[in-house]
């Protein structure tokens, strides 16, 4: 490892960025390397103006890939080297609006249905149910639930927050019993190896097994909509709404910081647009055409 990545390292532990920023970051710069063939610290700010074109109109970079590209570029040259370059002040990417795949609340189930490991549709079942992020569900622990209030006790979710979101009492029921089948101490959903049974596992489930067991059960379920792990969430929060659940509810349930975020699944529920479509054509019923 080269000074200038433990330092940069150091410098986004102090500032209190979780491992994943970090990992992307990282990533980032070292994109940017591997693209002159240089240190960062060797690269003119020129050359970083040119860097940031290419990204925009030769590769094509989404959004999203743009900004995390931004952000941990900015990071290394700004804390890291001190450097306050003019470029980095100037390099905006529109912002794409998209809204996300939901699922229906039969096709929810169609795909559960498909999961045929235990852990796997276990886990998938409790992330859509309680409206989690992958990494929530997976480092949920026993100590976390709440049987009593019905209630799952998420720690250190997105930005370092901790929250409570309800716990359905089948939820509850299907997590006693795979949890009869390892006993874990600790993790909810133990990590199993060829060395260690799950019931002495030190860490939980990776990501990677969770999201092949869902593209697998996508698969043989014929739905055709391109359909990831966190779409169960949007599905979640989506089905929520159409159920007659306040808006403010459930952003305290998904974690959102604003309203304005949590309000994009008005956009995703038909049951919303009834009243409208109803107004609609009670006035066109008076129109003589």
């Known amino acids: 490892m080269t000074k200038l990545r433990q330092r ?7 500032r209190g960025l979780s491992e994943k920023t970090q990992e992307s970051y990282l990533r980032s710069v070292r994109q940017l390397t591997e693209h002159f063939h240089k240190a960062p610290d060797q690269i003119s700010e020129e050359e970083l103006r ?3 074109l290419y990204l925009k109109n030769v590769r094509q970079v989404s959004h999203s890939s743009c900004t995390v590209a ?4 900015k990071f290394f ?3 890291t080297l001190r450097q306050e370059w003019p470029t980095l002040e100037l390099v905006r990417s529109p912002r794409e609006k998209t809204l996300p795949v939901v699922l229906s609340v039969a096709e929810v189930g169609q795909i559960l ?5 235990m852990k796997y549709r276990v886990c998938l079942g409790t ?4 409206g989690l992020r992958l990494k929530e569900g997976l480092h949920l622990q026993v100590a976390d639930i709440d049987s009593d209030r019905l209630q799952i006790h998420v720690r250190q979710g997105k930005g370092g927050k901790d929250r409570y979101v309800p716990l359905p009492e089948r939820t509850l029921q299907m997590l006693r019993l795979y949890w009869v089948t390892h006993r874990h101490s600790k993790w909810l959903f133990p990590l199993a190896t060829g060395e260690l049974p799950q019931s002495m596992a030190t860490k939980p489930m990776h990501p990677s097994g969770v999201q092949r ?8 379920s014929g739905i055709q909509k391109h359909a990831t792990v966190h779409t169960l969430r949007h599905s979640w929060a989506t089905h929520m709404l159409e159920a007659g659940v306040n808006l403010r509810i459930i952003q305290a ?3 959102h910081c604003s309203p304005n975020t949590t309000a994009i699944y008005t956009h995703l529920t038909r049951k919303a647009e009834v009243p409208a479509v109803t107004a609609i054509n009670q006035v066109l019923d008076e129109i003589q055409w």
Do not use: N, T
């Open 70 to 73: 931004l952000c941990g570029i």
């Open 8 to 14: 940069m390292i150091e410098d986004m532990q102090l």
């Open 113 to 117: 249905r498909c999961v045929r490991r």
């Open 213 to 220: 067991a869902f593209r697998a059960a996508c698969q043989e």
């Open 127 to 130: 992330l859509y149910s309680c």
């Open 50 to 52: 040119q860097y940031f």
């Open 253 to 255: 349930c998904l974690g």
């Open 77 to 79: 040259y700004v804390r």
